[in-house]
């Protein structure tokens, strides 16, 4: 890649290095200069730029952060679209996030234009959650580096959770309240469920080896994939009441005790392929504990050995100290969740297609089925949703051609103009979306991948808050909108969009270059839905 102060005769489809603002045009960082860029920029007396120049061997940004996104990506595991050189990793089901740290390390060594970063290994994720990211820090990567990375790269995946059933075995002593065993059990109950889990039938007997043998051999014939042990006394070797009771069950005691506190007392054993833990006394308390962990991962369907217990001393400090306060809550299954932005869609479908004669453009045939149909389709294949259509004009029509299972909302007032389908549709929206793509009825062009990239570049923390498609840097459609500007475009009045509002924060606007035209092109008259069918 070539790299510098470049003369405006060679800069054409470089890439500008950093953002320069024109008089009634800003350049971003990242752009590819077109001829029309390199013209406002002789016009602004400008007579260099710095800018990268891909060279062969070279890999764009965005493509060798897709590459590289793929390449890492097990089951259980989405990947955004790129942009800007970042592609995302994202779980695809709740569970416990599984890779093997020693790959991650090996990938990140091998350039330092190939970078991927994930939350820790067996953390417990949610669906939607993102668990890593792959960045590209120059404008481009090596092929050589990269290849390196997709051979080494092995896989992150989410192992989900499984819709276990465990039952409970809990001893008692004469001076053992059964209030505490009720509460234990309660709390046991609400741990399995937070991971999709149930709890199963509890036996409560007596505290002696035989009792629990007993109950171990009853919990399995009733089909509990696990089984829990919780003793009225704390177990303190491997040969008490507890382990000894696994061991005359006809199981074994795999181990005793885990560098993590709370949780120091735990047992783990199997009794044929059934797992039996003996819990820590800290597992009354719904607080995370080492049980949580080793829990986690057998409801995730990931084994855990002997050896998996002993290496859980990094990061095994729970407990909270005076000088070290950690508040948790009862259910601490993640401490910091980033997730992927939700993106509503809002489809306009309420004009009275004026242009088109006494055509319905919305109802004319597209690839065989109806413009809004095809349209609603290619919504629905995007990672936008949930998706809602405004109706207005020939409502009932419209509504027929289209699934049954959408949401609707009529706009009665659709003469006033697009201002009022907006207004319509924000108002329809729901209250935790993130941000919304607004997306027009009579757009067949545009594709899944188009609105899926427009999600990517998405980002309030650094400041893209409204993603515009463009084609050879003429803007299009849809636009996304973050959720703060939604107040604003539903105080609009007339036949008019939002497309101001885009001027008045500029400096929170990101341009997004597409590859096909399908952003430009929408069909208003009868010549152009002639030229579309024409090809």
Known sequence: MIFGDTPLDEAEGAIL????????????????????????????GVETVIAARLEPGDVPEGEAAARLAAAMAGDGIDTAAPFTGRCNLIAAADGVLSYDPAMLDTVNLIDEALTVALLPPYEVVEKGQMVGTVKIIPFAAPEAALKHCESLAGKVRVAAFQP??????????????????????RITAA??????????????????????????RAQIAAGHEMVLLFGASAVVDRRDVLPAGIVEAGGTVDHFGMPVDPGNLLLLGHVGDTPVIGMPGCARSPKL???????????????????????MGAGGLLKEI?????????????????????????????????????????????????????????????????LTVVTGHE???????????????????????LSASLKAGIAALPADIDGVVVCLGDMPRISPAMIDRLIAAFDPVEGREICVPTYKGKRGNPVLWGRRFLPEMSALAGDVGAKHLIGAHADLVVEVEMDEDGVLIDIDTPDALTRYRRG
């Open 289 to 311: 504990n080492g049980f949580d962990w080793v829990l986690q991962r057998l409801v995730a369907g990931l084994p855990v050995t002997r050896a998996d217990i002993m290496r």
């Open 164 to 185: 276990v059933r465990a039952g409970l075995v809990q001893t008692a002593l004469p001076a053992t309240k059964q209030s505490v065993l009720d509460n234990t059990a």
């Open 17 to 44: 290095a950093h953002s320069r603002r024109l008089s009634g045009k800003a350049l971003k960082k990242g752009r590819v200069l077109t001829a029309e860029d390199i013209t406002a920029l002789r016009e602004a």
């Open 191 to 216: 741990r399995l469920q937070r991971m999709g889990a149930s709890l199963g039938e509890e036996t409560r007997c007596p505290h002696d080896t035989a009792a629990v043998a007993t109950a171990i």
């Open 395 to 417: 409502a009932a029509r419209v509504k027929a051609a289209l699934p049954g299972d959408l949401a609707f909302v009529d706009n009665p007032d659709y003469a006033a103009g």
């Open 322 to 386: 005076a000088s070290r306060p950690r508040p948790r809550e009862a259910d601490d299954r993640q401490s910091v969740a980033r997730k992927a932005p939700r993106i509503a869609a809002l489809i306009l479908a309420a004009g009275q297609s004026r242009r088109m004669g006494e055509i319905n453009k919305l109802l004319a045939e597209i690839d065989g089925k109806p413009m809004v149909a095809r349209v609603v389709e290619i919504i629905r294949d995007s990672k936008a949703g949930p």
